[in-house]
């Protein structure tokens, strides 16, 4: 009897604990989405089969997740007052957002030393449509190659503060905001000197930027936005993760980071406060139509992210064609996206067809999905009946003549492409200029169907730059060794920390047909001279004082110089802060040139390929104690290490300095091969620049310009042709 009663006590405390927990709605966040009604989910017959959801059970689902919003918002004390900021107001129709990369070719060019931002806005405006908002990316995967930090990172762009500033000028003046990322993981490098919020207050407000992607956040504090109020340049804070539902508060925009299943899942955040901007973001994905069709139904926007960290992920033309059409629809009703009265998974008539209804006075507009893998035509919804309503197929462009069924409701009829797309207005106003433009526009475009456009996705082809060859010695020059001739297998592998193994990782040799991590190659390597030694700031200052060279983009050329001349007993270190052209002029005016990479791993290894110079063991002797501060202190003398010799005689291959090889170049992107690593270790987080000690390891440094290619931890060794 006992027993029964703990038992019956136990089963009521279980069930009591599950409803306080399920108080909220029967339809919690799946993390950042809510889940649909389950009738919409088609099952098997062995799971009970699928039956056709009844309004009933929309009205229901709606009324739950309803009552969610209402009541979450209660719970977290919720005020939407920052997104009545006119300085914010941006937001809320900033629908296409790309990552760029600063190292990318169509946004600057360092032959002519200028910022082509309308080369940049150009190609994605034929591409796709153009974007409404970009994040400019100046750090990872580069920052901790030395210590210069992330505002650093933007200081030292091209043309410094000034040139920044006017570049984007260049950028509000085709309409279009900027942002800049904040990595609150960047704990190794060069300290701020001042609280994070005030620090970056204050630079953006220096340059004129709109706004701040949190970086790996989990949303950004209220201190960084209240620190950018307090100086009068409000910014938009963007957190790559979903914040905590309170912090909607001011984190306006965020990252939506989504799972895709065939029936769309409605954004929390949307959900919750209708102003807030999403961008989602999904950057690996080569077929983009999941990313299009769940920024459609929610109202929001998409990350149109194509340069991954130097990866080309290239929109194909489908996913391209797709996004104009999109964005167009979505920036002519943008009004309406804001609607307080959103409805989610409005009723529509064919199976696979979802939609989102979003009133705005005496207009509604729809925006539609269709999931199937097949088109879908005919009648697509049905209406209650209103006299004097007119309704417009937006994605087509034309009217729409309204049917009674027999019931006495209204249906409307329009094809919707297989992975398609579609948009209503129900209006009883005449549509307004915006409206008009779009039919007009999409009229246009839609007399091409999607499906004629390739949805073939392509790798970006690489090539290497070529070395001129040199003139053989006249005879056996100083400081140099001879490595001979002979058969040597290249193995080498990117050390890039994305990316894995997927193609257009890392880079695409002659003999290769595509870019990729992992490189193996026999060659037959004919006899050369390199260097013993790096070169040292003793050798640059006789280069300098003979030719009197100076670069024109000269920001960070040999930084820790003073006076035209390096730091008291720095002559024998290596010379840093100089870029792969600096280090080409000086070996041009050496008689040299600067070392293929296989050149300088077989100097390196030899032929039995060991991983160290030295053998096969790390031998912590052999290199420079590692510099884990925040300061660096410099590099060590390069004859300083006698135990780091090569089988060859080379020294100093390994720890002290990176050395500059190869240069590698796609569409977008250049790359240059590094060699060896340094003595700098930032501490703190995985994503700083990551060593290649070994020697079938290399690094590959995205490249911009000399003023952002120069470091602290970077130098060169040069090489000779010997026939």
């Known amino acids: 009897m006992k027993s029964g009663i703990a038992s019956f006590l136990i089963a009521v405390v279980l069930a009591m604990i599950g409803t306080l927990s399920a108080q909220d709605s029967r339809f919690r966040p799946d993390r950042q989405q809510i889940p649909t009604p389950g009738c919409l989910v088609m099952k098997g017959a062995w799971e009970g089969g699928s039956t056709a959801c009844t309004q009933n059970e929309h009205d229901d689902w709606l009324a739950d997740i309803r009552h969610w919003r209402n009541e979450r918002r209660i719970r977290i004390g919720y005020n939407g007052s920052r997104y009545d900021l006119a300085a914010l107001k941006w937001t809320q129709s900033s629908f296409f957002q790309p990552q760029m ?332 200029s915006a409206i008009q433009e779009l039919m007009s526009k999409t009229k246009e475009l839609s007399a091409t169907p999607l499906a004629s456009y390739s949805h073939e996705w392509k790798v970006l082809p690489q090539h290497i730059v070529p070395i001129a060859a040199t003139k053989p010695p006249s005879g056996s020059p100083a400081d140099m060794a001879k490595i001979p001739e002979g058969d040597f297998r290249f193995r080498v592998q990117g050390i890039e920390i994305e990316g894995f193994d997927d193609i257009g990782v890392d880079v695409q040799y002659p003999w290769e047909d595509s870019p990729r991590r992992f490189h193996d190659h026999p060659m037959h390597v004919k006899s050369f001279w390199i260097d013993k030694y790096p070169v040292t700031n003793a050798q640059f200052k006789k280069f300098l004082d003979a030719t009197h060279y100076h670069p024109h983009d000269d920001l960070n050329f040999l930084r820790d110089w003073s006076n035209s001349t390096y730091p008291a007993g720095w002559d024998n270190k290596p010379v840093t802060w100089v870029s792969l052209e600096d280090a080409r002029t000086y070996a041009s005016w050496a008689g040299k040139r600067l070392p293929h990479e296989w050149e300088w791993q077989y100097a390196a290894q030899g032929t039995d390929g060991r991983l160290y110079p030295w053998g096969n063991a790390w031998n912590a002797d052999a290199v420079p104690v590692p510099d884990e501060s925040r300061t660096m202190r410099g590099p060590d003398a390069v004859d300083a290490k006698p135990q780091g010799a090569s089988p060859f005689g080379v020294m100093d291959l390994v720890g002290n300095v990176w050395q500059w090889t190869e240069e590698f170049q796609d569409d977008h992107t250049v790359g240059g091969i590094l060699r060896g690593g340094s003595y700098y270790q930032p501490q703190g987080s995985i994503w700083y620049f990551p060593q290649a000690y070994k020697l079938n390891e290399h690094g590959k440094l995205l490249m911009t310009s000399p003023s952002m290619d120069r470091s602290g931890g970077l130098g060169f060794r040069c090489a000779q042709d010997a026939e």
Do not use: C
């Open 101 to 432: 990369m600063v190292e990318d070719r169509y946004f600057y060019d360092p032959i002519v030393h200028r910022y082509t931002v309308d080369r940049y806005l150009d190609d994605l405006e034929k591409r796709y449509g153009g974007i409404d908002a970009v994040l400019i990316w100046p750090t990872y995967p580069n920052m901790g190659i030395d210590n210069r930090n992330q505002q650093d990172m933007i200081r030292y762009m091209p043309g410094g503060v000034e040139g920044v500033r006017g570049m984007i000028a260049d950028f509000h003046r085709r309409g279009v905001r900027v942002l800049f990322p904040m990595m609150m993981w960047d704990q190794g490098t060069r300290d701020p000197g001042m609280d994070w919020p005030d620090a970056i207050a204050k630079l953006m407000a220096e340059i004129g930027a709109d706004g701040i992607n949190g970086d790996t956040q989990d949303g950004v504090p209220l201190a960084f936005s209240t620190a950018a109020d307090k100086i009068g340049h409000p910014l938009a804070f963007e957190p790559e993760g979903g914040p905590a539902d309170e912090a909607l508060a001011w984190n306006v925009m965020t990252w939506g980071q989504y799972q895709f299943p065939f029936v769309p899942m409605v954004d929390k955040y949307k959900w919750l406060e209708p102003r807030h901007m999403v961008n989602i973001s999904d950057r690996w994905k080569r077929d983009k139509t999941d990313n299009l069709q769940f920024a459609f139904f929610n109202g929001v926007g998409w990350e149109s992210w194509e340069n991954i960290w130097g990866i080309w992920n290239g929109i194909t033309p489908r996913d391209a064609e797709a996004t104009r059409r999109v964005a167009a629809i979505e920036r002519a009703v943008a009004p309406f996206l804001v609607s307080a009265d959103w409805e989610p998974l409005a009723p529509m008539l064919r199976y696979g067809v979802y939609a989102s209804r979003w009133p705005l006075d005496q207009q509604t507009v729809w925006t539609i999905v269709n999931r199937n893998e097949y088109n879908v035509n005919g009648p697509q919804i049905e209406l209650a009946t209103e006299d004097g309503t007119r309704y417009f197929d937006l994605y087509h462009g034309v009217e729409l003549a309204p049917v009674k069924d027999q019931a006495g409701g209204t249906q409307l009829s329009f094809p919707i492409e297989a992975h398609g797309y579609g948009a209503l207005l129900a209006s009883r106003i005449a549509p307004d």
